[in-house]
């Protein structure tokens, strides 16, 4: 039992890390309230924190010398309250964009250890399992905050009252502080380790004693640029999803946070179902995934009812959160023990960069096309033959 409230309380850590985007639903209020900025402005001071969580954990390294792991992580969700709720005070475009900036760095103090604790405390099977958990938490917080913050809109209130959401960081707090605060990490139990389906292919166990990071520097871009890559267009979907269903005549900012919610209800599932497709597809986990992404962006983008638009949205959730999970679980297995937080770092610092570039990325599609169906399909465009090309490549290796 008191193993099991462990476990709780470490998921329970990741469970607002990405509803930084769950205020998304509020962006078409917001544009209005901000009449004198145009709407990239508005989605930035959504995709904002990315920068300031990236930052941060380009800085972890250092920052683990000078402060401990439990003063950064109850520091983080002390700010991650605190800034969280502040829109509620003043609605000043430069006074949300720098609590939105702090809201960020209170993020960053706790990622990297919401993985690396898993990654020391599991291994094998029970670590995919953990790390499908992990990415599940996340979504499931933000399904329930993205839902939470519609309703709240759907009440005819304000817009900076959906910011209401950052309170829930108060109880999880409460949770680390009673279970995990004073526990030790146990160490990872040990057993074999699978063949990666992605990144570069391991040609032999290498001793921790022996690894270097320097040795590893390709491998930290590579996953790096992969967390990117994916996070990145998760957001983008997020920012754009509530305004697309405005301009198809769709609904209004309700129907939004509810599209939104069962999308990332999608990728809860497909989370705490990781370990079982990646049993099952093996090395093709990627490719397929990477398929059925390009498939449900076209969807969206064509998508002349609600039903397709749903369809499609479960699609993209589904996908985006096994391939997000794939990444980790792959950089887990491929870097030796003495490497798991530089490389957790370095894909954490991947995925906050395509947060954080998600509203600049939007702008440079809006310049070919600013109708908000255009970036579902340009993504759609170009992952479909990826995944398609990955897996006749992976089929000719085998």
């Not at 679980?329 to 370095?346: C, G, I, M, R, V």
Request: proline content about 3%; overall charge positive.
């Amino acid at each position: 039992m008191s193993n099991n409230l462990k476990k709780g309380a470490i998921l329970s850590l990741s469970l607002l890390l990405t509803t930084t985007f769950s205020i998304s639903t509020a962006i078409p209020a917001m544009t209005r309230f901000y009449a004198g900025y145009s709407i990239n402005q508005v989605e930035q001071l959504v995709s904002l924190p990315s920068l300031a969580v990236m930052l941060i954990i380009m800085l972890h390294p250092l920052l683990s010398r000078l402060i401990s792991k439990n003063v950064s992580i109850i520091t983080g969700l002390i700010l991650l309250f605190v800034t969280g709720i502040m829109p509620l005070f003043s609605q000043d475009y430069t006074y949300v964009f720098v609590s939105r900036m702090i809201h960020g760095v209170g993020v960053g103090l706790i990622n990297v250890y919401a993985v690396t604790i898993i990654n020391e405390s599991f291994s094998g099977q029970e670590r995919a399992a953990m790390l499908g958990y992990r990415g599940a938490a996340e979504i499931l917080g933000n399904i329930i905050c993205t839902f939470i913050a519609g309703q709240i809109l759907s009440l005819g209130v304000s817009w900076q009252y959906s910011f209401l959401i950052y309170a829930a960081s108060a109880p999880i707090l409460l949770l680390y502080l009673l279970f995990l605060k004073s526990s030790k990490a146990s160490g990872p139990v040990s057993g074999s380790v699978p063949d990666n389906s992605v990144g570069p292919a391991a040609s032999g166990a290498v001793s921790e004693a022996a690894a270097s990071w320097k040795n590893y520097i390709l491998a930290f871009i590579f996953y790096g640029l992969c967390g990117m890559v994916i996070v990145g267009i998760n957001c983008c979907n997020t920012i754009r999803i509530p305004s697309l269903v405005i301009e198809k005549g769709l609904g209004a900012e309700a129907e939004a946070s509810i599209l939104s919610s069962l999308r990332m209800g999608a990728g809860f599932l497909a989370g705490i179902s990781f370990w079982r497709f990646e049993q099952r597809l093996g090395k093709q986990l990627q490719p397929v995934f990477f398929i059925a992404l390009g498939i449900g962006e076209l969807a969206i983008a064509f998508s002349s009812d609600i039903f397709m638009l749903f369809i499609g949205s479960l699609i993209v959730g589904a996908a985006l959160s096994i391939l997000t999970t794939s990444i980790f679980q792959n950089a887990a297995e491929y870097f030796p023990l003495s490497l798991s937080d530089k490389a957790t770092t370095a894909t954490l610092v991947g995925c906050n960069l395509g947060s954080g570039l998600a509203s600049y990325v939007l702008y440079l599609i809006d310049c070919l096309n600013d109708k908000m169906y255009t970036s579902f399909l340009v993504f759609g465009i170009i992952f479909l033959p990826v995944g398609v090309i990955l897996m006749i490549k992976k089929k000719r290796r085998s």
